[in-house]
């Protein structure tokens, strides 16, 4: 349980950070910031990995960098259903999935990774 909240938190902030850094990036108020936070999180566990895998072709021929563009759609999909989240265009959202992504991957590196202890 922990382990979502933090990782609930780590989304939060990292798209706080985009929508500071990135134009084209915004929302109307923290709850905004936040219910996307969780939409995200959901995404990224549903939508995604089906992206992915209809995408994996050009995914290899692209060596990975098409994996840019299925984050930022799905941040747009998340951006199309919730109202106080704004990404205005595919260059938005593939700065958006650059910054979350960067954060995420610097909070893994702090946090650590998937380790799981038998206590």
Do not use: C, H, Y
């Not at 909240?5 to 798209?15: E, H, N, R, S, W």
């Not at 850094?21 to 995604?48: K, M, Q, Y």
């Not at 702090?110 to 380790?115: A, T, Y």
């Amino acid at each position: 349980m922990l382990r979502f909240i933090v990782q609930f938190l780590v989304t939060a902030f990292a798209l706080w950070l985009a929508a500071q850094v990135v134009p084209g990036v915004g929302f109307e108020d923290t709850g905004s910031l936040l219910l996307a936070a969780i939409l995200l999180g959901i995404a990224n566990a549903v939508v995604r990995p089906i992206l992915t895998v209809l995408t994996f072709p050009l995914t290899i021929i692209t060596f990975g960098l098409f994996l840019l563009v299925v984050n930022a759609a799905v941040i747009g999909l998340v951006a199309a259903l919730l109202g106080g989240f704004v990404v205005d265009g595919l260059m938005a959202g593939i700065g958006a999935a650059v910054v979350t992504g960067i954060v995420s991957w610097i909070a893994g590196w702090f946090i650590g990774g998937d380790k799981r202890r038998d206590d």
